[in-house]
């Protein structure tokens, strides 16, 4: 049994950074935060992999850790049919944009089983669109800014506590935010500060990584699930596991924005918070490993109200109008199985009430999600990567009624809408270059973007550099 990574990527959604834009100064701080990054990467592997080949150390636990990663993904769309178009619709014109990040990932041993963990992070570039027009948007390492430049923050300042509870014990190999060592199988796990609330939850083998596997945000996390975040997908927190040979029980509390999609958080935390509850279960099906999560989540925020909005006259279909501190509760279902050594599949479920406003993810009510994972060992490239899956998202009544009768949200609104559910297909193949870069072509094809059978389908495509130390 592994222990759980902390995925890096499923935070990232929706931007309007343009990489033309980077001059000066700003460009100077891409590039020497780059090298600075690599060098004190390259010196921290290399001093790892001394220590591990020095008889009788292999085994001891590591007492700092530095990662670095920087991704790079062009995407593009051609022409589609679009008869009409409103505030949040993506254009039908050809267009081609660029998301970037780079990211250092920074740990050390502070006392026994404590590890603090602070990633300074930057991010730039355009996402199609704006980031507008599909809810299931196609590029999950963009994140929603508005500055017109790359810009540096601070994206994980985080304690993790570890309680052994005796018996067996497993190795901890090292990652990003993870550091070489041994635990107890039995143990609890304290996680406090600044983090992605899906660093702990929803995770899956085989997609829940943008910058490596599937980019889909519908594909990579469960859409329905609103989890809470800040612009780019963080947020304030603490979470608590027990973890068991067999088993795992998580729970979370965390902050939530002050508005839709917003950087800043609400500080009424008697009235704005998040709950986020799931259970981890695994098995062997014949000799191979398999897993079910099985999540519920209850957020309260300032949303406004769908069917209010709608039987107000005076709002004049303005939902930030009807905003008052309500709830809004769901569930997620996540399976992941190994089939043979190299072929993986995976299912995701999920379903909210949807009678209060997308807050923090993206408009998606309920979601179906299949697909395959399948390495590439029968061609002689084992660390290859093929991909292939689909989705289907839908709205509540209430909420397809809100954008029909010309609403908006912080994602979707075309000013009138035809309903159908969005249906998107994505396929990937990652090719490993070296041990530390790989590049990724990726295809999507949207039926019904924005779930409007009037505008579409349309067809994405990416190229995807990835590099890691």
Known sequence: MRYRQENLGTFRRGASLGLATIRGDAALRVVWFAILSLSVSAEAEEAVSTLEQSPGKSSAPELWSVHFQATVIPQGHGHFDSPYSGQNSMPSLNEIRTSYTSTLYLG???????????????????????VLGVAGFPNGDIARVGKPAPTISLARLFLRQTIGLGGQEERIEPEANQMAGSLD??????????????DIFDDNTYS???RTQFMNWAIMNNGAWDYPADTRGYTWGGAVELNQPRWALRYGLFGVPKEANGIKFDHHLDQAHAHSLEWEGRYTWGSHPGKIHLLGFWNRAHMGNYRRTLDTPAFNLDITRSRTYS???????N????????????????????RTESWAYTEIDQTACLGLSLKGQGWRRPQDVFGVAGVANGLSKDHRDYLAAGGHGFIIG??????????????????KITKWLSTTADYQFVSNPAYNQDRGPLHVWALRVHAEF
């Not at 199988?185 to 899906?198: D, Q």
């Not at 709830?327 to 279902?333: E, F, N």
């Not at 050594?341 to 949807?354: I, K, T, Y």
Request: charge should be negative; aromatic fraction near 14%.
């Open 108 to 130: 050390g041993r502070l006392w026994h089983g404590a590890e603090l963990y602070v990633n300074p992070e930057i991010s730039g570039g355009r996402g199609i669109g704006g």
């Open 414 to 431: 075309d000013g009138r809408l035809n309903y159908a559910p969005e249906e998107i297909f994505e396929i990937y193949y990652l090719f």
């Open 327 to 333: 709830s809004k509760y769901g569930l997620g279902l």
């Open 185 to 198: 199988v039995s143990r609890l796990t304290f996680t406090l500060g600044k983090y992605g609330a899906t």
């Open 208 to 210: 829940h990584e943008p």
């Open 335 to 354: 399976v992941e199985q190994e089939m043979t050594r190299d072929l993986g599949a995976f299912l995701r479920l999920g379903w909210n009430d949807g």
